[in-house]
């Protein structure tokens, strides 16, 4: 079936670049997400990419799509404390009917 | 602002009591899922609607959850009877079919003693 996967950790030094990747199984994947969560709150949509995009930059925000490898990543510019959240990628398809798909949720956590 | 809207936002209940949990989704997004969280499984999905109409519960425990949409403007999650393994946040979200763009509510979280 369809598989969403991250890594759980990361660690960043403030102000510097933090790169959260992610791998999908679902060839027909066509809107790719990512989710911030901070605690006690529920999912914040960051932004989106279509699967015909290489990459999206919103502000601080870089959305890398391999497609070939169905391979994502989200890359946060200057890193802040405010930053520190799980982020949470996830996959779905093109139709109002298609599931979506999360992963497990990357913990990042921002060192002084 | 449009937003998706949980209800309780926090419910503790006994073992075997009967969990109601609603959304209200967008108005006009016509598709929602229902989304639980917990530390060792992430977030699973658990059942979603198109257009009021079930199209994946393959998610759900069968035998004592079950998931509705009554009309357009609300979406139930029901456990009965509950169990210790049902504590999680149940999230529930809408998609917008323009965009694709999908929206969470701020959750359900479900403490079963």
């Known amino acids: 079936g369809e598989d969403v996967e991250q890594s759980l950790f990361l660690s960043v030094r403030e102000g510097d670049s933090s790169v959260i990747n992610c791998t999908y199984t679902?060839?027909?994947?066509?809107?790719l997400y990512w989710y911030k969560q901070e605690p006690g709150a529920g999912l914040q949509l960051l932004t989106y990419?279509?699967?015909?995009?290489d990459m999206k930059q919103d502000q601080r925000l870089t959305v890398l799509l391999n497609k070939k490898d169905k391979h994502l990543s989200l890359r946060i510019a200057d890193t802040q404390t405010g930053d520190s959240a799980i982020y949470f990628c996830?996959?779905?398809?093109?139709?109002?009917?298609?599931?979506?798909?999360f992963g497990s949720g990357t913990r990042l956590s921002i060192r002084p | 602002d449009a937003r998706v809207t949980q209800t309780p936002r926090h419910k503790v209940t006994e073992m075997g009591q009967e969990v109601t949990m609603r959304c209200q989704p967008i108005?006009?997004?016509?598709?929602v899922f229902w989304y639980r969280q917990t530390m060792m499984q992430g977030l699973e999905l658990l059942a979603y609607?198109?257009?009021?109409?079930?199209?994946?519960d393959s998610g759900m425990p069968k035998d004592r959850f079950s998931a509705e949409m009554p009309d357009a403007t609300l979406a139930t999650l029901k456990i009965q009877p509950s169990e210790p393994r049902d504590s999680a946040v149940y999230f529930c979200?809408?998609?917008?079919?323009?965009?694709?763009?999908?929206?969470f509510g701020e959750g359900s979280r479900l403490t079963v003693l």
């Open positions: 679902d060839s027909s994947s066509t809107y």
């Open positions: 996830a996959a779905g398809g093109y139709s109002s009917a298609s599931k979506i798909i």
């Open positions: 609607f198109r257009n009021r109409a079930p199209l994946d």
């Open positions: 979200a809408s998609r917008d079919s323009n965009t694709g763009e999908l929206f």
């Open positions: 108005l006009g997004h016509n598709t």
């Open positions: 990419i279509f699967s015909n995009m």
